[in-house]
């Protein structure tokens, strides 16, 4: 599979690029992670989703994914809520990584390889700092270390942003000891009751952009393959960490830079300002983890979402639609005749597995990807009768193969149950037939059986109120019972 070439639009050319890694076959990565002040909320997860199915679709075609994903433990937004809370920085960023760690456990994000946390980097931080010191980049002003901007010729490549419309807008914070408005911090200097590490330069802590460029440095190496982030790093801070970069080893960063678009409600950005912020565990209550990454994989990866309760529900419903068939062939395949896999069913297979994979690979398009799973159910329903036992066992198979790379279409039957269950919802997506082979097993099946024969036994002797009474009955439990000429089917419609 790895001839197939995956293309990704770029930020910083704005062109959709064939991925061609600085070492062939190994793709370096490196995704910001989350600053760990506050819950992890839905437009996150977006973003940590959207690269997730970027790492599944990568390893799928055999390359060897190096990904990093950093977590910013010290910064501003952590001490200010730790002195609103009487607690130490540390206590919070500890407290709320713990919960990050949970949501990407229960989203089913493959983790990253190394996962560096801001507080062990800062001698590799100093060390960068005092890099762009030495090459005139940087320079040592009385609150920070500032980053000398206009000495940076590239500034504003990836974001389009000019620096003289910089210095006329409002997006950079005032210093009187910078000697350019856009100079921004390497190194913040201690202010009181605020934690400090010891530096050439003065006890303080890392601004927060040095961070990336130090951690990319220390575990991928100058340059690498593929930078990723939320739609709303690109300015200031992915901007920031190519000057740093750059400037220090005078190579470029990164080859493919990757941005997420964000997520909205009611067309706004999530935001703690906005006071619209949704965490993910809110959601996992309602919705297991395959529906969110089904939801988010409905639009492409660039693109905004709106998110709604809605968009979930079809998302569940769809999702669900894939699942009956996914489970009607797993378990038909063990009554179904023998026989090896026909010419046009080979074909069909190889058709729809191509589809998918060149959807993803065509800078992951996701919904693309999604039609492709639908219309392999339906051809799927359509020919279940005809299929034999190793026709429908390699449609299965093939559902699950490429649902990983979306990370849905993982749990058995008895797992979604489960998860339904769990949020007191209607099973709507058994198979008839199931509870014979699965659930209940062989009893289960005979009591039914009895009581379906006393009623036809019942209907021969033209009892008809008693009959219907235990058709009534047997519905409200969840088993329909269809009467026919050869005899009475029955099937069990929920759990
Ligand atoms: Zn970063």
């Known amino acids: 599979m790895s001839k197939v070439k995956v293309y990704l639009t770029d930020t910083l050319t704005g062109e959709k690029v064939e991925l061609k890694p600085v070492e062939p076959g190994k793709v370096k990565i490196y995704f910001c992670g989350p600053t760990v002040y506050d819950h992890c909320h839905i437009g996150h997860a977006k973003a940590y989703i959207q690269c997730d199915f970027l790492i599944r679709l990568l390893k799928y075609l055999g390359y060897e994914v190096k990904y990093i994903r950093n977590v910013t433990d010290i910064d501003d937004k952590i001490i200010k809520r730790a002195q609103r809370e009487g607690k130490t920085p540390f206590e919070i960023a500890y407290k709320f990584y713990r919960e990050f760690a949970d949501v990407e456990r229960e989203l089913k994000l493959i ?25 005139g980049y940087a320079y040592v002003g009385k609150t920070a270390v500032w980053f000398h901007v206009p000495k940076f010729k590239d500034y504003g490549k990836l974001s389009k942003i000019k620096l003289k419309d910089l210095v006329a807008g409002a997006r950079i914070e005032p210093a009187p000891d910078k000697k350019h408005p856009a100079d921004f911090a390497l190194w913040k200097f201690q202010k009181p009751g605020e934690p400090a590490w010891p530096s050439p330069w003065g006890p303080g802590r890392p601004g927060w952009h040095i961070e990336c460029s130090a951690m990319v440095l220390k575990h991928l190496g100058e340059t690498i393959d593929i930078h990723g982030g939320g739609a709303d790093l690109i300015f200031p801070h992915h901007e920031n960490e190519i000057a740093q970069s750059e400037a220090a080893t005078g190579k470029p960063f990164a080859n493919i830079w990757f941005h997420v678009g964000l997520l909205q409600i009611k067309k706004e950005k999530m935001s703690k300002s906005l006071g619209n912020i949704i965490p993910v565990k809110e959601v996992l209550k309602r919705y297991d983890a395959e529906t969110i990454r089904y939801a988010y994989a409905t639009t492409h990866f660039r693109k905004p979402l709106e998110f709604s309760w809605d968009l979930l529900d079809q998302a569940e419903k769809s999702l669900n639609g894939l699942y009956s068939v996914l489970f009607e062939l797993e378990i038909n395949a063990s009554k179904a005749k023998h026989g090896e896999i ?32 639908h219309e392999m159910a339906n051809y799927a329903r359509k020919n279940m009768n005809n299929f034999n036992a190793k026709e429908m066992r390699e449609f299965a198979k093939l559902f699950r193969e490429l649902g990983w790379i979306l990370g849905i279409l993982q749990q058995s039957l008895e797992e979604r149950i489960q998860e339904f269950k769990r949020r007191g919802k209607i099973v709507d997506f058994v198979p008839s037939g199931y509870i014979q082979h699965e659930i209940a097993g062989k009893f289960t099946e005979r009591l039914i059986k009895l009581i379906v024969d006393v009623r036809s036994e019942l209907r021969k002797r033209k009892m008809y109120d008693i009959a219907d009474k235990i058709r009534d009955e047997l519905r409200n439990m969840g088993i329909v019972l269809e009467d026919m000429k050869e005899g009475t089917r029955w099937k069990i419609m929920r759990i």
């Open 342 to 373: 026909r010419k046009e069913i080979k074909e069909a297979l190889e058709f729809f597995k191509n589809e998918f994979i060149n959807a993803m690979a065509d800078d992951l398009n996701t919904p693309k990807a999604l039609s492709v799973l």
């Open 111 to 135: 983790p990253p390889d190394v996962e560096p946390f801001a507080t062990a980097h800062i001698p590799d931080m100093i060390q960068l700092i005092q890099t762009l010191i030495d090459k």
